[in-house]
């Protein structure tokens, strides 16, 4: 079946410190993946998308590159500000079934 | 312009009352979905419309009933809910929807916040 594993938060860094949330996949058919941000009290934002395998993802200074080999799709940022403290989902949308499968949400949380 | 907007923002309903949750985007999306978010846990699919019929029921209970009257609107009717189902209600629309939606990619409404009382 289709599932998607984050690490587990919460994660709490510095401003300006270098973030790493690991996500992988377990999935048939090639799925394509998503990072989704959510900030307290919103809904969720699309944060960035890869479609195939090697496909790089950006967007905000965030990155994700698609590796079917290890199936991750870890998300990275150089230099984290206060105001990205929010919950991160990665997702997957399976080409089998076109439904969004999320992993379980990694709180990260940046003090100045 | 990628806006799907929800009203209302927060609603609070007895266990008797019936209530609607509406949803809106204007992007020409023909799939539209609704999500139910407890705290501090991903969106659970509940029903998923596509080109106006409704494609997938989450097996959800009868107190809850969707209807998308046409392409732009989808509409949350609820009644006799429980304590339990207070929550994040999520609206979120995409090109299209199935196995052969490869690519799309679901934009999300700011969500109704939910308590039963």
């Known amino acids: 079946g289709n599932s998607v594993t984050q690490m587990e938060g919460p994660v709490t860094l510095s401003e300006e410190a270098f973030l790493t949330i690991n996500c992988t996949y377990t999935?048939?058919?090639?799925?394509?993946l998503f990072w989704y941000v959510q900030y307290p009290g919103e809904g969720l934002q699309l944060l960035l998308k890869?479609?195939?395998?090697?496909d790089k993802g950006s967007n905000k200074g965030f990155e994700a590159t698609y590796r079917k080999e290890t199936t991750s799709f870890h998300l990275e940022k150089g230099s984290v500000q206060v105001s990205d403290s929010a919950v991160y989902f990665c997702?997957?949308?399976?080409?089998?079934?076109?439904?969004?499968?999320f992993g379980q949400g990694t709180t990260l949380q940046v003090k100045p | 312009d990628t806006e799907v907007t929800q009203t209302p923002k927060h609603l609070v309903m007895g266990m008797t009352n019936k209530k609607s949750l509406k949803c809106e985007q204007h992007?020409?999306?023909?799939?539209m979905y609704w999500y139910k978010q407890k705290a501090k846990k991903p969106p659970e699919l509940m029903f998923v419309?596509?080109?106006?019929?409704?494609?997938i029921n989450e097996s959800v209970p009868s107190r809850f009933s969707p209807e998308c009257p046409n392409s732009s609107l989808l509409n949350l009717h609820l009644h006799a809910l429980q304590p339990e189902d207070s929550a994040l209600y999520l609206c979120?629309?995409?090109?299209?929807?199935?196995?052969?939606?490869?690519?799309?990619?679901?934009?999300f409404g700011p969500g109704t916040r939910l308590t039963v009382l």
């Open positions: 997702a997957l949308l399976s080409s089998n079934t076109g439904k969004l499968i």
């Open positions: 992007m020409g999306h023909r799939a």
């Open positions: 890869a479609t195939k395998a090697d």
């Open positions: 979120a629309s995409s090109q299209e929807a199935g196995a052969g939606a490869k690519t799309d990619t679901q934009y």
């Open positions: 999935a048939t058919g090639y799925p394509s």
């Open positions: 419309y596509s080109y106006e019929k409704l494609s």
